[in-house]
């Protein structure tokens, strides 16, 4: 799936920084818990603020996302690492999360047109943690960020 030109600058910023972090561990592969480090390390951001604005440890977060980062024997070049099937899973979900929120903003625009937003790191959040990707990050929900809570907080702030 091709949507690299429908992720805003934030979603792109967290998605390079998950594959600095993924070539870091060595690993051949970006798997959901570097999208997670993505979104906690790659600066302010819709993902990162809601993180905070749910009071989440961020420290505390990073340290476990760490430890539940697969570690390999390196790629070894600096060619782009494809997403595991679980980040592919993630991504489409995150996909769907953004035009499903695009449709509900549409819909509240009484007849007019909105502008078309990108898709923010806030969707890549959800589609780490929707348990229709059958890929959710475990180490976000140990941490007390829930689907269901990070859905109503975005769609009451926009």
């Known amino acids: ?3 690299w030109h429908q992720l805003s ?11 600095g972090r993924a070539r870091e561990f060595g690993a051949t592969a970006i798997t959901p818990e570097h999208l997670a480090l993505g979104i906690v390390d790659a600066g302010p951001g819709s993902g990162r603020a ?7 440890n961020i420290e505390g977060l990073r340290t476990a996302l760490i430890g ?7 790629a070894g070049d600096d060619a782009p690492l494809d997403l595991d099937a679980r980040a592919q899973a993630c ?3 995150a996909h ?14 009484n007849g007019e047109p909105l502008p078309q937003p990108k898709l923010e790191s806030v ?12 890929s959710e990050c475990r180490t976000l929900i140990s941490h007390g960020v829930f689907f269901g809570e990070v859905r109503q907080l975005v769609h009451r702030a926009k």
């Open 68 to 74: 539940a980062s697969p570690i390999g024997d390196g």
């Open 91 to 93: 991504l489409q979900t």
């Open 9 to 19: 600058d934030d979603s792109r910023r967290v998605i390079l920084h998950a594959q």
């Open 123 to 134: 969707h890549l959040l959800l589609g780490l943690l929707s348990p229709t990707s059958r």
């Open 1 to 3: 799936m091709d949507i």
């Open 96 to 109: 769907l999360e953004w035009r499903s929120h695009t449709a509900a903003l549409n819909g509240r625009a």
């Open 50 to 56: 809601i993180l905070e604005q749910m009071g989440v």
